[in-house]
């Protein structure tokens, strides 16, 4: 049982895991920071703890483990149960526990786990894509070096006797030059920028376009009917849009959202007896979490996705 890979499935949705009788997991939300000195930007992230006093099992991993490998509560538990004595023998012999994306685990002097994370993954869905990167430098030394040597060669059409008595003339001239060579520097930096702006622009005004088109399509005579091939939605990662008392108001959300462009469809009521309707599924796990990033930024910022396996 890869163990690690059910906790962070779940990280990714809930701020605390427990393993029962062993310890929990926790998310804390980060906002993006700049490092001043080498002027890197970091994303906002989701920042990992572990802390062994939260061992009370409160069902969330065993039944997610029940879920997906389709075996009882009850056996899901007992396999955590085996995997946590395994787990405990390792750490009492010395070794370092290496959870795959999540870090590692080890006994100290005092007999105390300390957790070391490693953050090869973010955890935080809303900053899926984003990177660190650093922002280019403008050496302003160098700028100063290089007016003083064009101040030598340029001419400047001030008589002595005016340069005499208005010497701020001089200094001005020098400082548009020094404003023109720093303007260059500043502006190559923002190109970049303003160019992928206007290309999601473009590509959002193109959307816009078809949609029109699509509505314009609607209002012609109606044309002979056609029969086409529906593929069936499948996948355990459904993005979820909402959920609702009345099944009444799930059927209007459904033909909303296949209005606006979306496979949308009902999945049934939850345990609360509402009905959920969904974006689309899934196959592929970073393909949904890029499809729920882009909702959330453009449609939904509440919408959420859901790991189930469904009949």
């Not at 994306?101 to 935080?124: A, Q, R, S």
């Not at 869905?125 to 340029?154: C, M, N, W, Y």
């Not at 923002?190 to 206007?198: A, L, S």
Request: hydrophobic fraction near 40%; aromatic fraction near 10%; charge should be neutral.
């Amino acid at each position: 049982m890869q163990l690690e890979t059910y906790i962070s499935d779940l990280l990714y949705r809930y701020e605390c895991v427990t393993i029962p009788e062993f310890g929990a997991f926790l998310t804390q939300r980060v906002s993006a920071t700049i490092d001043d000195a080498s002027s890197t930007f970091y994303a906002p992230k989701k920042v990992l703890s572990f802390n062994e006093q939260i061992q009370k099992n409160d069902g969330l991993l065993a039944n997610y483990i029940a879920d997906v490998e389709k075996i009882p509560f009850e056996v899901a538990t007992k396999k955590i149960e085996k995997r946590v004595k395994l787990l405990k023998s390792y750490l009492t012999q010395g070794e370092t526990l290496t959870f795959k994306n999540i870090g590692d685990l080890v006994f100290n002097n005092e007999g105390k786990i300390l957790f070391e994370p490693t953050y090869e993954l973010n955890y935080l869905t809303d900053a899926f894509g984003l990177s660190q990167f650093e922002l280019p430098s403008i050496a302003r030394e160098e700028h100063k070096e290089t007016v003083e040597e064009l101040e030598k060669v340029v001419p400047i059409s001030i008589t002595p006797e005016k340069r005499k008595s208005k010497p701020y003339l001089k200094y001005a001239a020098i400082a548009l030059i020094a404003l023109t060579l720093g303007g260059v520097a500043a502006s190559n930096f923002y190109v970049n920028k303003i160019e992928e702006h206007n290309q999601l622009a473009q590509e959002e005004a193109a959307k816009q376009l078809e949609n029109k088109i699509q509505q314009a399509t609607f209002s012609l005579n109606p044309l002979p009917a056609v029969t086409l091939n529906v593929t069936k939605q499948t996948g355990n990662y459904h993005i979820i849009a909402g959920a609702f008392r009345v099944e009444e108001n799930c059927d209007k959300k459904v033909k909303q959202l296949k209005a606006d462009g979306f496979s949308a469809r009902k999945i049934g009521a939850n345990k609360y007896g509402l009905h959920q309707v969904v974006y689309a599924s899934y196959e592929d796990r970073l393909e949904a979490l890029k499809a729920l990033r882009n909702i959330k930024k453009t449609h939904n910022r509440d919408a959420w996705l859901w790991v189930k396996k469904l009949d």
